[in-house]
Each structure stands twice: as structure tokens, then as C-alpha cells.
């Protein structure tokens, strides 16, 4: 009975210090936190980023430490993992995180934009019509965040030959797409002209004909979209290749 008891407590123990260590000293897992700009970590169960009508914007921990977010780099709550966007840009503060390295992280922020269209009467009209576009960015070894576009990307992959691979297949591709487009374009253009050129009398109750330089115009245009539609972004497809052969 005593041999039972003796291992029975060596179970406990062994469970326990399992416990402590996967747990990281103690903390508990899922810990929230904020990395202020000089490099200081501070944790809480609930980090907040609050932005009241009439005061200025703060993060909260634990309902009690307001934190300037102009002081802090980054940090990761209920809703995941962000990074501060440099200064100087138009776009939000923090981007979030959507692919998490182990060297090139990616993520992103959205923009509203305003049209206020215009009418002949106001400009304006009906009030502004708004819309919100994702602005995604990247960054390599944790370091700072640089837009997603194939001058940045060349110069962080250059070190892989697949990823670099996949970035001259996506410029290959944009000027494919940008000749289709003006092809495209260009048949439609010449096709109306030429439908209204040669159509009847229309005061008088003639038709339209249309001129076969509309269809195929339409059928590049369409195609061109349908084929896009299905290839995913290579410029991400680059990144993904990049990580996944670090960590083969």
C-alpha cells in the first residue's frame, strides 16, 4: 500500500512540473500582452484597445493599466496577433496577422474609402458611398512591416530560387493581363463604334447591329476574369514557399 502511495505521489509531481513547463513559468496558456516600442512586455488576461467618442484612444489591461497607443509595437489579444503599421502611412495603426512565419509573416488592415459621386444638381448627391479594401502587408524576421508588392517581396526572397520563381511568373502574368486587358479593351471600343456606324436609322425605328468585334472583345474580357478568378496570388504563394522549405 505504502509502494502505491510512494507512486501515486511521483505521478502527481510528474504531472505537475509538466504542467508548470508547458505552461511557461507558470503563466497561463493563451496569456495576452502588449510589446511596448522599447522592447518591454507586458502581460494580462484581457488587453482591450479602447476608442471612446469624446477621449483619446488607449489599450487596457485588465481593466485597470491604460497604455498611449502610440507606445505600443504590437500585441496579441482575444483577437489575435497585430503589429503596428510604420508611421506616415494612411492606413490603420495595427495590421493583424494571417500568416505566422517562421520567417515572413504575413498580415492585414482594412482602408475605407469615400465616393461622393456627382450629380449635375450637388455634388455629392445622397451622401458619400463608402467601402472597405484589405491592405495587406509582410514582414521578415519579426522586423518592421512593408507592403505586399513584387519590389518588396524580391528583395526579402531573394535568397530563395522557388519564391523568386513564383515572383517572375506574377510579373510574367501582369503583363499578360495587362495586354489582354487593352486587347479586350480595344475590340470592344472598335466593335461599338462600328455597331452604331453601320446600324439603321434608329429615329425611325432601325436596330442596332451589333458588330462581332463586341463579342469578341467580351469573350477576352470575360475569360481573363474567369482565369483569375481560380490562380492564387502568386505574390503569396511565394511567401507560403518560402516558409514552407525552411521548415523542410
Known sequence: ?????????ILCLLTGYSTLAQTGNGRPPGRQFLQLQSGEVIYGNRI???SPIFKSSHFLVDDTLKYNPSMVAAFLNDEGFFARVEAGNSYDDFAKRILDGPRIDRF????TTYDYGYSPYSYGYGG????RRRIYFFSKDNGPLYLVDYQNLEQALADNASSMNLLRRYKKDKWINTG???????LLAAGAISSFGNSQDLNNGG?????????AGAGILGAQFVINLFQKDKLTQAMEVYNYQLKQ
Open 108 to 111: 492585414y488592415t482594412s482602408r
Open 48 to 50: 482591450q484597445y479602447k
Open 1 to 9: 500500500m505504502m509502494k502505491n502511495s510512494f507512486l501515486l505521489l
Open 128 to 131: 458619400p458611398r463608402t467601402s
Open 207 to 215: 436596330s442596332v447591329n451589333v458588330s462581332p468585334l463586341v463579342y
Open 180 to 186: 489582354v486587358t487593352i486587347l479586350g479593351g480595344g
